[in-house]
């Protein structure tokens, strides 16, 4: 068991799971890592492509041609996007663009306006 963290105390490295809670045998110390554990549950956040956090709502503009699937139309670079919806997956943005309908656009190929 080397992925015990040692005593935050006494830094002992012989500390031991017990439970939920971790047990120091040299200071007798108890502690848990519940804490730290929701801490490092990092909320997801998607991109632009200048590094902008985007948010549902937002209006973003294409910063490349993309080629719409199964089809020979291209979005043009500058277009405008308004009412972005994040969603999961490689494609993250869910939105409608003109003359288009509704697409799936992935954050790195867009900024924000
Ligand atoms: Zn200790």
Redesign the pocket.
């Known amino acids: 068991m080397s992925n015990l963290p040692n005593?935050p105390?006494?830094?002992?490295q012989y500390?031991y799971e017990d439970g939920h809670l971790f047990v120091?045998p040299?200071?007798?110390?108890e502690w848990s890592l519940t804490a730290e554990e929701e801490h490092a549950e990092e909320q997801r956040m998607i991109k632009d492509a200048n590094g902008n956090v985007l948010n549902d709502g937002d209006t973003v503009s294409v910063i490349k041609d993309l080629k719409v699937k199964g089809s020979s139309s291209v979005i043009k670079i500058g277009t405008k996007v308004k009412n972005i919806r994040l969603i999961e997956g490689d494609h993250d943005i869910d939105c409608k663009i003109d003359g288009f309908g509704a697409m799936q656009l992935k954050s790195e190929f867009v900024k924000k306006i």
Not at 9 to 12: G, L
Not at 26 to 29: D, I, K, N, S, T
Request: hydrophobic share 10%.
């Open positions: 005593c105390k006494c830094n002992s500390t120091c040299e200071c007798a110390h």
